[in-house]
């Protein structure tokens, strides 16, 4: 294994020298740096990062704890946190906590033990406080991204909710529909709450009724089945049943469309169908599905960003909130007008 000692050797300075240019130290000349720069290079040195994070109490490593890899919105999200990390000078490690809160604090407590400089969370759920609690004990920075949790004073990449569902909804009137079920995800989780509070202003704010058989929830995960939700709307006495469905999620929204088509239900002209986040490539390269994209990449590159503010503290004392605003795309899943 090459050592810095062999480097100093043969570019012929002390391993002093060597460690600085290592270390990015300008307390060297340009020329010294090139030399011991071509010598690394020569001998294919890897710099021993556990050891250089004992002097400088940093690994320049950052943490990414989502809650679904499968899903086509983190995914993004990690791409984003991955491009500004290295960018900063950062690695960006993956964890998966599968929307479980026991997983979850397992990932927290290898983090804090290997010496993650910060981490960039959404949280499985409210009852997340608790693992994120033991990252504020240990003091490492962290940043919630997607979801975020009350009373937790801290910096936050999220999604503007109440606009994006309201004008998924007002789309829904707009065509006509005046009876609209909501399929959702869990109300333990703050995007749920949110999504489902705007589903419930903006009838209200239209006049419309509100009927709690027309409001569901279901895990968010890919094979989360919602044929028994749609099996419950369709049982509904005509004068009743839903003529549209929103769908909090991306997934939500597929496997709502399914159901619907494993029930004979034909979409939109029986019940049309819009839903919270973009699926790509989901319907045999048709885009089919009416949807509101949220900017994934941007929250984890913005996350990222506000995360080593943090650490290298060149941020601003108080937290800060940013409030990303999504695209909407209507496609034939709603595009249909009613006439009653």
């Known amino acids: 294994m090459v050592t810095i000692y062999d480097i100093a050797k043969k570019a012929n300075v002390s391993a002093m020298t060597v460690s600085r240019v290592i270390n990015h130290s300008d307390k060297i000349s340009e020329q010294t740096r090139k030399k011991v720069e071509a010598v690394i290079k020569e001998l294919n040195y890897i710099p021993n990062s556990s050891a250089r994070s004992l002097v400088s109490k940093k690994?320049?490593?950052?943490?990414?704890?989502?809650?679904?890899i499968s899903n086509p919105f983190f995914t993004s999200v990690a791409r984003g946190a991955e491009d500004k990390a290295l960018q900063m000078?950062?690695?960006?490690?993956?964890?998966?906590?599968?929307?479980?809160?026991?997983?979850?604090?397992?990932?927290?407590?290898?983090?804090?033990?290997?010496?993650?400089?910060?981490?960039?969370?959404?949280?499985?759920?409210?009852?997340?406080?608790?693992?994120?609690?033991?990252?504020?004990?240990?003091?490492?920075?962290?940043?919630?991204?997607?979801?975020?949790?009350?009373?937790?004073?801290c910096d936050q990449v999220l999604s503007d909710n109440e606009t994006t569902t309201r004008k998924l909804m007002e789309h829904l009137i707009e065509q006509g529909h005046r009876r609209i079920a909501i399929i959702n995800g869990p109300l333990d989780v703050a995007t749920s709450r949110e999504r489902h509070q705007a589903y419930c202003d903006t009838l209200h704010l239209h006049g419309l009724p509100i009927n709690q058989k027309w409001i569901h929830q279901s895990p968010f995960f890919q094979d989360s089945d919602v044929s028994s939700k749609i099996k419950k709307l369709l049982q509904l006495p005509v004068s009743e049943r839903p003529t549209a469905i929103f769908a909090t999620s991306n997934f939500l929204g597929l496997n709502t469309v399914k159901a619907l088509k494993k029930f004979d239900i034909k979409v939109p002209e029986e019940i049309a169908v819009v839903c919270?986040?973009?699926?790509?490539?989901?319907?045999?390269n048709e885009l089919f599905l009416t949807a509101a994209e949220q900017p994934s990449y941007d929250f984890g590159y913005m996350g990222a960003q506000m995360l080593i503010e943090r650490i290298e503290k060149t941020s601003p004392e108080n937290p800060r909130k940013i409030v990303l605003p999504a695209d909407f795309h209507i496609r034939a899943s709603s595009l249909y007008k009613m006439n009653e």
């Open 276 to 284: 919270y986040d973009e699926v790509p490539n989901y319907t045999e």
């Open 59 to 68: 690994t320049k490593i950052l943490s990414l704890m989502i809650t679904d």
């Open 89 to 153: 000078g950062y690695q960006l490690l993956l964890c998966n906590s599968d929307e479980n809160i026991e997983k979850e604090s397992k990932y927290i407590d290898m983090l804090i033990s290997t010496g993650s400089d910060g981490v960039l969370l959404a949280p499985a759920s409210d009852s997340s406080k608790k693992n994120i609690r033991k990252l504020t004990k240990h003091n490492i920075p962290f940043v919630l991204i997607d979801r975020y949790i009350e009373d937790l004073r």
